[in-house]
């Protein structure tokens, strides 16, 4: 236990000193915001994937869905891979660096305003992602509370505490900077927990083949190409988490921020390879829980009826797989991956406040410097909201992803891709895309209950996609 302890320590010390080096070489809001825009290939790749992949894989989805779906879990990691990573590098990277550049913009809000000539539609999802990236923060916080108070035995409420004064020290100090540099260190990290997590736990299961024969022998169809709750749900959840990041600020800020063409191509490689090792890593594992958990041996991850609680599956089979001289691996591995997470939510969030709302709206003439310092604080104030909706433990960490993530890309995604992609699309189809998709995913949710969240947000990001090429198609058929 003590090794654990000295390994945090050393670990929160080197985030503090690069910290303090971010916030030295940041001297202007583009460089908190963006790091300046001249961040290489291997800084952006392994931030995207580290932004991407947080503590809510880990513990709530993984989790969750390993459970349900078994081995059939690995097609969410399949998606995330080649459409989620893959696929926005080659279709996204050049064009958003390219079309942010000429027009001179620095946020998502900013560019479909720009795009679309609506201060209207910036001060909209500018709010959008406001409302919506609390409850995602909230939920990266709950899950990595969740995994160290069954590590270390520590209340949930003073784990919480430490990861959001953790998170605004860096954050807060030197914004994407600071974010970039850590992100390399995450994404090594993340890769040596990866493998010590697989190692251990085919070791522990007695072996592919025993554990595969294990899981048929619990329920056949969880060692099948389609889990028991069927292909619907499974492919609610593949295109909720691989097609959203076409459409998620935090991640493609990224290419707001890298240097030039050939940054892309390496990144692309990068980022697509430690996806797959990541998010495969993370279904893989959570499909197990069904074989090392049960309602006696793991009694703090059931109710007293036996029913699993799916948040705490992760953080008891890591435990019992793991030797506890091996367990920092995993602690630091899904501690990396969180904080990189909540770093860009933190400064997409920061963003809205600073850039879209204060200086777009209320000072257009505000100066660099308070811009940074305001960007400072508002970041951290956004820290404190979402530790305080943490503290409520609200529900499942997966239903509150599928509600953040569904509501964000229902927002964006219509309006942002045919707006890159395109330029058929004018300003009343985009609003009415952003608009209609949001009011499906949340009118579905609230209809369908938090058991179908998944195919609440799936139904709306469709809507808003749908929606500019049926409009294209009435003006042709007009014309």
């Known amino acids: 236990m003590l090794i654990n302890y000295v390994a945090i320590g050393l670990y929160t010390a080197v985030?503090?000193?690069?910290?303090?080096?971010?916030?030295?070489?940041?001297?202007?809001?583009?460089?908190?915001?963006l790091g300046g825009g001249k961040v290489g290939p291997w800084m952006t790749a392994l931030s995207y994937g580290t932004a991407y992949f947080s503590a809510v894989l880990f513990i709530g989805f993984a989790g969750k869905i390993g459970w349900g779906f078994g081995l059939s879990a690995l097609?969410?990691?399949?998606?995330?891979?080649?459409?989620?990573?893959?696929?926005?590098?080659?279709?996204?990277?050049?064009?958003?660096?390219?079309?942010?550049?000429?027009?001179?913009?620095?946020?998502?809000?900013?560019?479909?305003?720009?795009?679309?000539?609506?201060?209207?539609?910036?001060?909209?999802?500018?709010?959008?992602?406001?409302?919506?990236?609390?409850?995602?923060?909230?939920?990266?916080?709950?899950?990595?509370?969740?995994?160290?108070?069954?590590?270390?035995?520590?209340?949930?409420?003073?784990?919480?505490?430490?990861?959001?004064?953790?998170?605004?020290?860096?954050?807060?100090?030197?914004?994407?900077?600071?974010?970039?540099?850590?992100?390399?260190?995450?994404?090594l990290i993340m890769t040596v927990g990866v493998v010590v997590l697989v190692w251990f736990s085919i070791s522990c299961g007695g072996g592919l083949d025993r554990i595969l024969e294990d899981l048929r022998g619990i329920d056949p169809a969880l060692a099948?190409?389609?889990?028991?709750?069927?292909?619907?749900?499974?492919?609610?959840?593949?295109?909720?988490?691989?097609?959203?990041?076409?459409?998620?600020?935090?991640?493609?800020?990224?290419?707001?921020?890298?240097?030039?063409?050939?940054?892309?191509?390496?990144?692309?490689?990068?980022?697509?390879?430690?996806?797959?090792?990541?998010?495969?890593?993370?279904?893989?594992?959570?499909?197990?829980?069904?074989?090392?958990?049960?309602?006696?041996?793991?009694?703090?991850?059931?109710?007293?009826?036996?029913?699993?609680?799916f948040d705490s599956l992760m953080p008891e089979m890591l435990v019992r797989v793991v030797p506890s001289g091996f367990i920092v691996f995993l602690l630091l591995l899904i501690l990396a991956a969180s904080m990189s997470t909540l770093a860009s939510l933190v400064l997409i969030s920061s963003s809205s406040v600073t850039k879209d709302f204060y200086h777009g709206f209320v000072n257009r003439n505000a100066s660099d410097r308070r811009l940074t310092a305001l960007g400072r604080v508002s970041s951290a104030f956004f820290i404190i909201l979402s530790m305080v909706l943490a503290l409520r433990q609200p529900a499942i960490i997966v239903t509150i992803l599928s509600v953040s993530w569904g509501a964000i890309a229902s927002v964006f995604l219509g309006p942002f891709l045919w707006g890159i992609l395109g330029r058929r699309i004018g300003k009343p189809e985009a609003i009415a895309s952003s608009m209609l998709g949001l009011a499906t995913c949340m009118t579905l949710f609230f209809v369908w209950g938090i058991s179908k969240a998944p195919q609440a947000a799936s139904v709306g990001m469709i809507v808003s996609l749908l929606v500019p090429a049926v409009c294209l198609l009435r003006r042709r058929q007009a014309a």
Request: glycine fraction near 8%.
């Open 15 to 33: 985030i503090v000193v690069i910290g303090v080096m971010g916030m030295r070489k940041t001297r202007s809001f583009d460089d908190f915001l």
């Open 75 to 187: 097609w969410v990691a399949v998606g995330n891979t080649l459409v989620g990573t893959l696929l926005v590098w080659l279709l996204l990277g050049n064009r958003i660096k390219e079309t942010t550049t000429a027009l001179g913009v620095r946020t998502m809000p900013e560019y479909l305003e720009a795009r679309y000539r609506s201060p209207f539609f910036k001060g909209y999802t500018a709010l959008a992602i406001f409302i919506f990236m609390i409850p995602y923060t909230a939920a990266v916080f709950m899950g990595l509370s969740y995994l160290f108070e069954v590590a270390f035995h520590l209340p949930y409420v003073y784990v919480l505490l430490f990861m959001g004064v953790f998170t605004a020290v860096y954050m807060v100090m030197g914004g994407y900077r600071s974010m970039a540099m850590m992100d390399v260190i995450f994404g």
């Open 224 to 309: 099948s190409p389609v889990g028991p709750p069927g292909a619907v749900p499974l492919l609610s959840l593949v295109f909720l988490t691989s097609v959203a990041p076409f459409a998620m600020p935090q991640l493609l800020i990224k290419f707001y921020a890298v240097k030039d063409r050939a940054t892309i191509k390496v990144g692309t490689i990068a980022s697509t390879v430690f996806a797959l090792l990541i998010a495969g890593t993370a279904y893989f594992t959570g499909s197990l829980t069904r074989v090392f958990l049960d309602p006696v041996s793991a009694p703090h991850a059931f109710t007293p009826e036996g029913a699993p609680l």
